[in-house]
């Protein structure tokens, strides 16, 4: 479930600071003083002391910028004015969308197992005995663990009669679903990219906001500001986000520099319907099951990893691709911004030609802050290209892409042909789950996969409580609102 | 007994940087709390265009006074002071 922190707050205020830089054409000037404009000299310390706290949201702004944090002598040695220029003349994003802030990292522990002072130093000792390594040994109060040789088995936890021993997790290693990220040599967290399925649940467990997101914000504000027109594809999520109406949102976003705005959910109705007309197709040439397709994460996942369900998913694109053709067909000139819950969708967006940027709902929020506007007092405005229906507008929430796929059949008379069965939320089991599916044993034949928990209105990228979104999202659904 | 007013600010600036989750203070207190205070939301209160520099959103008012950065935790700690 998704946790908003302190963390998540001095991201927001960050990448506000950038963007309001940019805004007053003031960045490379003044781009060196955000640190310690946003830790002031007086402030309370979240670490050891101002100056790191300090080195940290450097590092923050590099990120924002769209940069990695890999090269340390770099960022060592280099301003933050230095990556200005390296920015706004870049031509596309990084495709590696996360990276570590290894100063905040250094935090976890690198051995999983800790002796607690439960320890009764006891005569029989079953841990040192059974330990494979020897990396256990005692003192006159009790046993510890060697870190340079321990191999994180976990026997001695099993052995202790005191359970006194207690695993410790790391825990962006703990969320990833796919075992992709692990300690290098040097005991810096790596992202092997051959396993990630940019889910994004790394970003929100990290308590120190170690793992960041490459930024495309400056290439968004660029477009924003320029002479050019842009596009924001808005996903449905949106409609639950912010504490007001989704025509004043769409009036703040033009007010923002956006010259139009679409809605996504115009893209879900296409994926609805053609993953029914597949559903039907399927079922008759005796496949038995059909995956949904639109959440990118799970799909990354069975391409990944759970190649024997690969077949089963449908071929229908995403609600976003079929929402940018149609905008890139109507106004071929403008740049396309998704605006979303989604980390994966970044990966998405790189890999489509009809995506230019994408930026979460964070960064959006950050963007309002930056410009000084309340969106609450923003003169209302309106969807382009038409509305979606109230099936396509409810996609981001568990349940909501089974629920519209079903409603065609429904209306087609043959809703008794399908069970819809669920995966809410991806984690390390889903995996397995999926190849058992795929050997014919599935509890249902439409199986609906999101990668977050209660849906794509609990996404990495979100800034709404999960209540508030959900009830806020279904107020907006049932309004039925076509203005 | 009047009831003690809290007043959350929604404005664009105080709900993202956590004002989005102040909403749900009233899940976090105490059914004592909850008899003596009243939650309302508001439009920007204005407080971040007045602001100095170590006085940051979100804010909040408890009656006629203002709380900045608050925090469920900080809004809790204040109610159980009065």
Sequence with gaps: MFVDNRMTYLKREVIAAVASLFFDNKLKEEINRIPTKIIPRNSVSHRCCVEKDREIIKQRVIASLGFGLEDEKLVDESLLSDFVDKAIDR???????????????????????????????????????????GAISSDDKRAHIDGSKCVNCGLCLKMCPYHAIVYVPVPCEEACPVGAISKNASGKEEIDYSKCIHCGKCIRACPFGAVVEKSQIIEVLKSLTGSGKTTALV???IAGQFPFSMKQLSGGLRELGFDYVVEVALGADVTAQTEAEEFIERMASGDGMMGTSCCPAYVEAVKKHAQKFEKYVSHAKTPLSYTAAITREKFPQAVNVFIGPCIAKRHEGLDDDNVDYVITFEELGALFIAKGLDV?????????????????????VSGGVAAAVTKILED?????????????????????????YATGKSPGNLIEVMSCEGGCICGPGVVANPKFAANKLKEFVDSKEHW | M??????????????????????ELEDFLSDEMKSRIEITGSACLGMCKAASNDSKPPYVKIDDEVIHSATIQKIIAYLSER
């Design chain 1, 235 to 237: 996903a449905p999520a």
């Design chain 1, 91 to 133: 031509n596309s994003p990084d495709k590696q969308i996360l990276s570590f802030i290894d100063e905040a990292c250094k935090a976890c522990v690198r051995v999983n197992y800790y002796v607690t002072e439960v320890c009764r130093n006891c005569v029989a000792k079953p841990c040192i005995t059974n330990c494979p390594k």
């Design chain 1, 376 to 396: 609450s007092s923003c003169a209302e405005s309106y969807f382009d290209l038409g509305y979606a229906t109230c099936e396509g507008r409810n996609f981001p």
């Design chain 1, 412 to 436: 087609k008379g043959r809703r008794a042909e399908i069970t819809p069965a669920y995966i809410n939320g991806f984690n390390k089991k889903s995996i397995s789950l999926l190849n058992i």
């Design chain 2, 2 to 23: 009047k009831k003690t007013r809290i007043t959350i600010c929604t404005g664009t600036a105080c709900y993202v940087l956590g004002g989005a989750n102040l909403l």
